[in-house]
């Protein structure tokens, strides 16, 4: 099979679609059609952009550039988690929680599909790295964002309760172990969707572009599955992390909630 290569013309008319989008949103009054818009246009200029990034590094295989754009890939991610929190954390915390957990979390899965499982010949090739890196960060990062937000939005709501628990003498972790096990639950929700329609409902990404590429299915299908249990780990390390590093923050030693570390987007 050979390759088709799109021209820009054809994004172009791919990017008609989105007028329904608009059309949408418009006719029902939803308000998003800036959001979309603006939204689309970011989109095309990030991934335009790193087409040609990955392009040059691609040339390069050095080492340097591969970890530097992963290292930038993963303070992105980082503001990301930060951005989508409603109730952040004061100070260097509430940007280093995400960002440092991502790292953690992104490094491991990464080295561990590139040293055990794929093993590419050099083993910081670019053309691996950063593909396996972002797949995991895009969904580790909605897992954890979606665990550090639940678990702020749930102890801020039953706030009277879980300091009842705490001066009747209950350890920290015992009073906000209802709302870490809520909190891990619903980052961890979205990998374990997706893992259930994989190959029923949806051919996922990855082995979907492998196979447009000319690649045997089969041979596709062993990536994608390689990708799929890197991203369920990732995700359940990251959150995890995530969830149990904001528990710790949002109390003391003394075990006291400390919702006073805490501000909202209005303060």
């Known amino acids: 099979m050979d390759y088709i290569s799109l021209s820009f013309f054809d994004l172009a008319l791919a990017a008609l679609l989105m007028l329904i ?20 246009l970011r989109m095309t200029v990030q991934l ?8 040059f590094i691609f040339v390069q295989t050095n080492p340097l550039w591969t970890f530097g754009l992963a290292l930038i890939m993963i303070l992105l991610a980082g503001r990301e988690i930060l951005a989508r929190q ?3 954390l004061k100070g260097h915390q509430a940007y280093g929680l995400g ?14 599909a590139i040293g055990l499982l794929v093993q ?11 593909p396996i890196l972002g797949m995991v960060l895009g969904n580790t990062m909605t897992g954890i964002g979606l665990g550090m937000e639940t ?16 001066s009747l003498g209950e350890p920290r972790f015992v009073a906000l172990k209802g709302h870490i096990r809520k909190a891990m639950k619903n980052g961890m929700m979205p990998i374990i969707n997706a893992m259930a329609a994989s190959g029923v409902i949806s051919l996922p990404g990855m082995m979907t572009g492998q196979i447009i ?34 528990g710790f923050l949002l109390t003391d030693e003394r075990h006291r909630l400390r919702l006073d570390r805490l501000k909202t987007d209005e303060t």
Not at 48 to 55: A, E, N, Q, S, T
Not at 99 to 112: D, R, W, Y
């Open 213 to 246: 590429s000319g690649v045997d299915p089969v041979d596709a299908t062993k990536y994608q599955l390689m990708i799929m249990f890197l991203i369920a780990g990732g995700t359940a390390l990251g959150t995890t992390m995530g969830v149990l590093g904001m």
């Open 48 to 55: 335009m952009l790193i087409g040609f990034v990955l392009k």
């Open 151 to 166: 678990l702020t939005t749930s102890i801020k709501s039953e706030r009277g309760v879980i300091e009842g628990r705490l």
């Open 21 to 40: 989008n608009g059309g949408l949103s418009i006719g029902l009054g939803l308000g998003l059609e800036r959001t979309l818009l603006v939204n689309s």
């Open 86 to 88: 409603s109730y952040r």
């Open 99 to 112: 960002t440092g957990t991502l790292l953690m979390v992104g490094f491991f899965c990464t080295l561990f």
């Open 120 to 130: 590419p010949d050099p083993w910081y090739s670019p053309r691996y790295v950063l």
